[in-house]
């Protein structure tokens, strides 16, 4: 079955303790993002991967890391947790190939809190 | 940069009546996607319709539909024969073309009332 799959899906923790949220996908997608929801804003993207050892800035990068090692794996790393980061977290993969439909699969989504 | 706005934070619908909900967009490109997205208490994110910005045709998907309104940058989701299963979160979002990043707009909320 083709999926993203997301873990831990929730999360409480403390100012500063670091951590990390994974993310994996079985469709060979080349493209994988990261985002964030909060109520009224709808979800941002945080950070995006092009394909292996290729990532950039969202539109709300600041206070976390990610990597991209492999092609099927994505983590989201918080250094430095801060109570502003306390959101839902959403994974998502697609397609660049230009023949294929570039429609985003959605993880499950990560619920962190930040105390 | 693109911005996609939600105006109506929350409606409510009678179970088998219709709702409309509205979505504009800011653009400078010319071909890129539109898309509705159903967030169900489950917090899944559910792919419920999508319109490609150079096919005038609007897009349906059984009791779903869309009013895209290109000149307007105009994007409403209208669900028939609302079902109770319908309630949820819905997500208007914007993709430019071959871009793959997704801006969403705030989100609204729909109650089906039986």
């Known amino acids: 079955e083709a999926q993203v799959t997301q873990n831990p899906r929730y999360l409480i923790t403390v100012t500063g303790k670091k951590l990390t949220v994974t993310c994996s996908q079985n469709?060979?997608?080349?493209?994988m993002s990261w985002y964030r929801q909060d109520p009224g804003l709808g979800l941002r993207q945080i950070y995006y991967?092009?394909?292996?050892?290729?990532?950039d800035k969202g539109d709300v990068p600041e206070g976390y890391k990610v990597s991209r090692k492999e092609k099927r794996n994505f983590p989201l790393i918080l250094e430095s947790p801060s109570p502003n980061q306390t959101s839902l977290y959403f994974c998502?993969?697609?397609?660049?190939?230009?023949?294929?439909?570039?429609?985003?699969?959605f993880g499950p989504g990560t619920r962190l809190t930040v105390l | 940069a693109q911005t996609v706005t939600q105006s109506q934070p929350e409606m409510s619908v009678q179970e088998a009546e219709t709702v409309t909900l509205s979505c504009t967009y800011d653009t400078s490109e010319n071909n890129y996607y539109l898309f509705w997205y159903k967030q169900p208490p489950s917090r899944q994110m559910i792919l419920v319709i999508r319109q490609e910005a150079y096919k005038q045709q609007n897009a349906t998907e059984n009791r779903f539909s869309v009013n895209f309104q290109k000149a307007a940058k105009s994007f409403s989701l209208k669900i028939s024969d609302s079902q109770l299963g319908d309630t949820a979160m819905y997500f208007c979002a914007f993709m430019k073309h071959i871009f793959n990043k997704l801006t969403f707009g705030g989100g609204t909320r729909v109650l089906v009332k039986p």
């Open positions: 998502a993969s697609s397609s660049l190939l230009r023949d294929r439909d570039h429609e985003q699969f």
């Open positions: 991967s092009m394909n292996v050892e290729v990532t």
């Open positions: 469709m060979n997608h080349e493209y």
